[in-house]
């Protein structure tokens, strides 16, 4: 063969892959890009306003905490062909079974409430009114969900989940000293010293990176979409190309905030991108409108994560590939979740903080059984064959897992303790 | 109450299909699960202490 026909070989081999990627690719972006909720970007926007650009080697670090974490899903949802509530009710009784189903719905539905207040507060820069924000938050997810394929609402997922990358642009816009990022940024070091507070972020920033509503969507996503054995690998890719992303727009939105609102008070994104606004009215849009769409994002997986787990336990058909006549508790329980945590931000007076810190706290309760589980389903060799979890698989995800359980726990407690570690 | 009596008999099916774990119950599995017990104990105690002291 000349050196041409070696070229266009390859090419074609390379092609082929792309295309079959293309086709697999989804749940694992989606799952990852949605994990940089409205929780998330507050969290994100706070640590470059507190620390500048000092704590970016540490969201690196994030991406095999995540990346080893939701690849278990992928491997699980495929070789099983069931979501993460039907697997821990089947392989570990109903003990453990209701009490994972009912700690994820109370979990998903405070979630909900926060990404609903990180939506109204985020249209509310622009003059839309709160009640304005839910009805069409609402109408726009019945539309996406409501089409009656799976394949369209990743599509329409995927959309939103590029509209996240909005941070990008706004960091260039900044202007940001690249030498300072490379310099301060990119060489681990604890800006300070190692004192309460930035624990307390260390903490905050691991606590959105894996959160429990995440396991159970990407597993039931796999199975909606019908992935198999022979599409792991692609799975997996996709979820790690998801981790590269959603890390990458952590350091994005780093950037921003740590360009333009060094040492500024941050209590959550909106602030931000009002205090932006006065600087550079565009970077102050794209920081609200990237708010927004986070909210959205997650909504749209939240949602779907409780759905589907009842969908599973209960017996009904939960599939997206279902129209509302075939699956009506499924789609029921999708508007009802949805409907009531949009209700709460409208409420005068309604406990948003109080939401805000119950949130964290029944995540800790939920989070260590969920990653235990998974661990322990990883590993029934009878189920999973050649697909459980290698020796090293097994080492890295185990040191993943414990450390996350030590500090999601510690994050729990300070949110229930506030003055234990001052 | 139909509806009720109805979903009532569906946990009960529930709870009887999944009446058994079906995961081989090993050493590790087993010591996994009375760690996560004691776990959740201890963050439950935790929080009806808070509720109690912050009533």
Redesign the interface.
């Given at each position: 063969m000349d050196f041409f026909s070696i070229l266009y070989y390859r090419f074609k081999k390379v092609w082929k892959a792309i295309r079959l990627y293309l086709v697999i690719a989804g749940p694992g972006l989606v799952v990852m890009i949605a994990d940089n909720d409205a929780g998330g970007i507050t969290t994100y926007a706070a640590t470059g306003a507190q620390y500048g650009y000092h704590l970016i080697w540490f969201l690196l670090f994030l991406i095999p905490v995540a990346y080893y974490v939701q690849e278990m899903t992928v491997r699980l949802g495929a070789v099983t062909k069931r979501g993460h509530a039907e697997a821990i009710f089947e392989s570990f009784g109903a003990f453990w079974g209701w009490f994972s189903l009912i700690d994820l719905m109370i979990v998903d539905w405070l979630t909900l409430v926060t990404e609903f207040v990180g939506m109204t507060a985020a249209l509310s820069i622009f003059g839309v009114p709160a009640w304005l924000t839910v009805i069409l938050v609402v109408v726009l997810m019945g539309i996406i969900v409501l089409n009656g394929r799976y394949w369209t609402w990743e599509k329409i997922a995927l959309g939103f989940c590029l509209l996240n990358l909005i941070y990008i642009p706004a960091a260039f816009m900044v202007n940001p000293s690249i030498s300072s990022i490379v310099g301060q940024g990119l060489i681990p070091n604890l800006p300070g010293g190692f004192n309460n507070e930035l624990f307390f972020l260390l903490m905050a920033n691991i606590g959105t990176t894996i959160a429990p509503w995440m396991l159970f969507f990407q597993q039931s996503s796999v199975v909606d979409k019908g992935l198999l054995e022979k599409d792991i690998k692609m799975g997996k890719l996709d979820t790690f190309i998801g981790s590269i992303i959603t890390v990458a727009v952590a350091i994005f939105i780093v950037i921003v905030t740590g360009t333009l609102l060094h040492g500024a008070p941050i209590d959550d994104a909106a602030t931000a991108a009002r205090m932006l606004m006065k600087t550079n009215h565009y970077i102050g849009a794209f920081m609200a409108v990237g708010l927004f769409d986070a909210g959205l994002l997650g909504a749209i997986c939240i949602s779907l994560a409780s759905s589907w787990a009842f969908g599973e336990i209960f017996g009904w058909a939960h599939s997206l590939n279902t129209k509302v006549k075939e699956a009506p508790w499924f789609y029921i329980s999708f508007f009802i979740t949805l409907a009531t945590a949009g209700v709460v931000p409208l409420i005068p007076g309604a406990p948003l903080v109080l939401i805000t810190l119950f949130v964290q706290v029944v995540a800790v309760t939920l989070l260590p059984a969920a990653l235990v589980f998974l661990i322990l389903l990883l590993n029934d060799k009878k189920t999973m064959g050649e697909y459980a979890n290698t020796r090293l698989q097994n080492i890295v995800s185990t040191i993943i897992v414990v450390l996350i359980i030590i500090l999601s726990t510690l994050y729990g407690i300070s949110a229930l303790f506030p003055n234990l570690f001052k | 109450m139909r509806m009720l009596k109805q979903f009532i008999s569906?946990i009960r099916e529930?709870?009887q299909r999944?009446?058994?774990?079906?995961?081989?119950m090993s050493k590790?599995?087993k010591f996994?699960?009375a760690v996560?017990r004691i776990?959740?104990f201890v963050?439950?105690l935790?929080?009806i202490y808070?509720f109690i002291t912050v009533l």
């Open positions: - | 569906k529930i709870n999944y009446g058994k774990p079906k995961i081989e590790g599995v996994s699960l996560l776990y959740l963050l439950v935790l929080m808070k």
